[in-house]
């Protein structure tokens, strides 16, 4: 393989399911939205133009919400791995990773790191089945090219 080589991985199948969700989401909340009209009698609420605003904002901030979940993705090149989750992304070197798993049950990637750290990787994901497994093999190679060669300094070879 190149030296320029980039693995970029996103998960499928969650985002076909959310960019789905979300209009559903919204609609379903302006239908609630219309159907709230007079006054309840036990209790005496009125619903008016404000609640009915309010109740469709709550549904585009709730599909708005859900949209996080796309955001997760992965790019690994010969620097390293760069890892977006849903607030924050990790950078990280190919030697403090120190193996690629992905354990039976669990749902999705995490990276073990040399200091005993875990990096979930949420663009990997057990429901993405084949897609999944296929983003696990190229990394997991990836990560033996970039660690297998000992550098100069770990190997106390003289310059």
């Given at each position: 393989m190149s030296g320029d080589e980039v693995l970029r991985v996103r998960p499928r199948r969650i985002r076909v399911m959310v960019y789905i969700a979300a209009p559903v989401i919204v609609l379903v909340f302006v239908g609630i939205s219309f159907s709230l009209r007079g006054t309840f009698n036990e209790?005496?609420?009125?619903?008016?133009?404000?609640d009915h605003?309010?109740?469709?904002?709550?549904g585009v901030l709730l599909a708005a919400g859900s949209l996080l979940l796309t955001l997760p993705r992965l790019e690994a090149?010969?620097?390293?791995?760069?890892?977006?989750?849903?607030?924050g992304t990790t950078?990280?070197?190919w030697?403090?990773?120190?193996?690629?798993?992905?354990?039976?049950?669990?749902?999705?990637?995490t990276l073990d790191l040399q200091d005993?750290?875990?990096?979930?990787v949420l663009a990997i994901q057990a429901a993405d089945k084949e897609h999944a497994v296929q983003a696990v093999r190229a990394l997991r190679a990836m990560h033996?090219?970039?660690?297998a060669a000992p550098s100069k300094e770990t190997s106390g070879a003289p310059e």
């Open positions: 209790t005496g609420a009125a619903f008016e133009t404000a605003v309010a109740m469709i904002m709550l090149d010969a620097t390293g791995v760069r890892v977006r989750n849903l607030f950078e990280l070197p030697p403090v990773i120190r193996e690629v798993t992905f354990r039976r049950g669990a749902p999705w990637v005993d750290d875990l990096v979930s033996a090219r970039h660690t």
